[in-house]
Nanobody, 114 residues
Framework: VQLQASGGGLVQAGGSLRLSCAVS????????MGWHRQAPGKHRELVAG???????IYSDSAKGRFTISRDNVKNTVYLQMDSLKPEDTAAYYC?????????WGQGTLVTVSS
């Protein structure tokens, strides 16, 4: 299973970014997909997740600003991030969970300047 994350970059506070994570090598439609982030010196934390049926979960910090979605035809999960804040600066990782196995993408860096 391979996960390819993209879409990170440098953005000013208040701006937006959309992250993408493309999955190959395994069944996508029934899998849980999530986005996590890790800031320097901090633990990795859940940002958002989406189940196969479309149910979503968000961290308190992401609620109202971020939107997770999936395209089961393109085998891709997205994270639309709006109203970005400097504290959102982190490496963002997607994960894929299916049939008892969890896989991580390589991470994409998001930097929000004040």
């Amino acid at each position: 299973v391979q996960l390819q994350a993209s879409g990170g970059g440098l953005v000013q506070a208040g701006g937006s970014l959309r992250l993408s994570c493309a999955v190959s090598g395994s069944f996508f439609g029934g899998a849980y997909m999530g986005w996590h982030r890790q800031a320097p010196g901090k633990h990795r934390e859940l940002v958002a997740g989406i189940f196969s049926g479309g149910r979503t979960i968000y961290s308190d910090s992401a609620k109202g600003r971020f939107t997770i979605s999936r395209d089961n035809v393109k085998n891709t999960v997205y994270l639309q991030m709006d109203s970005l804040k400097p504290e959102d600066t982190a490496a963002y990782y997607c994960n894929y969970f299916w049939d008892g196995h969890n896989y991580w993408g390589q991470g994409t860096l998001v930097t929000v300047s004040s």
